[in-house]
């Protein structure tokens, strides 16, 4: 069984740019979710997908966006980068379903200066 | 009012001793309660859920007091590979898998 990968694990950009971080499900999972995690917190929902359309957004402005493909993978897409958008991002996916857990990728820790 | 509130702790404890870790969550109709375990620099993993009923697994047991909107995780005989974050997880109602996540609470287990 495959599990949830995260590309890339770490990423530096320039406040003002635009960044795409990518997600491939753990094998059978139909649904994605990501979030972000700021240091020393927990991770604070961004938004969930599920068959290619959003399930779900948590308080995250518009330039947050993401993208689901048939085969379940993911991307998150983050424009105008702002320095408060330095932390780990996480991608989770699941079965649909509210009894199923959610398996965490790696994360990708985005630093933006 | 934050929805899910933990002491951050941290708790540092000696091999061998039990240790409690306590949350509240705001939402009186939430449904799925989980503990989650965060090793420095990693990503959440699922360490336990948690039902009405209380639930052991191992050295772990977590509990859940629906009236006072309180859960906790007990570590009994605490070994060093026990040191992390732990995350106490609250699915709110009508957010199928949206979970919200507490702050944690770091214990560190000390030889």
């Known amino acids: 069984e495959t599990g949830v990968t995260q590309s890339p694990t770490h990423l530096i950009k320039t406040r003002g740019q635009q960044v795409t971080l990518r997600c491939s499900s753990q094998s059978g999972h139909n649904t994605v979710s990501w979030y972000q995690q700021a240091l020393g917190q927990g991770p604070q929902f961004i938004f969930q997908?599920?068959?290619?359309?959003?399930?779900g957004r948590g308080n995250f402005p518009p330039r947050f966006s993401g993208l689901q493909f048939p085969n379940y993978s993911s991307e998150l897409n983050v424009n105008a980068l702002e320095l408060d958008d330095s932390a780990l991002y996480l991608c989770?996916?699941?079965?649909?379903?509210?009894?199923?857990?959610?398996?965490f990728g790696n994360g990708t820790r985005l630093t933006v200066t | 009012r934050k929805e899910v509130e933990q002491d951050p702790g941290p708790f540092n404890v000696p091999e061998g001793a039990t240790v409690a870790f306590n949350c509240t969550y705001s939402n009186s109709a939430s449904q799925s309660f989980f503990w989650y375990r965060q090793d420095c620099r990693k990503e959440p993993k699922l360490l336990m859920s948690v039902y009405s009923s209380g639930n052991e697994d191992g050295r772990f047991t977590a509990q859940l007091n629906r009236a006072s909107q309180y859960i906790s995780l007990l570590i009994r005989d605490s070994k060093l590979s026990d040191s992390a974050t732990y995350l106490c997880?609250?699915?709110?109602?009508?957010?199928?898998?949206?979970?919200?996540f507490g702050s944690g609470t770091q214990l560190t287990v000390l030889p």
């Open positions: 989770a996916s699941s079965l649909a379903g509210g009894g199923s857990p959610l398996h």
């Open positions: 997880v609250v699915n709110p109602p009508g957010s199928a898998r949206q979970l919200t």
């Open positions: 997908y599920y068959r290619e359309e959003e399930n």
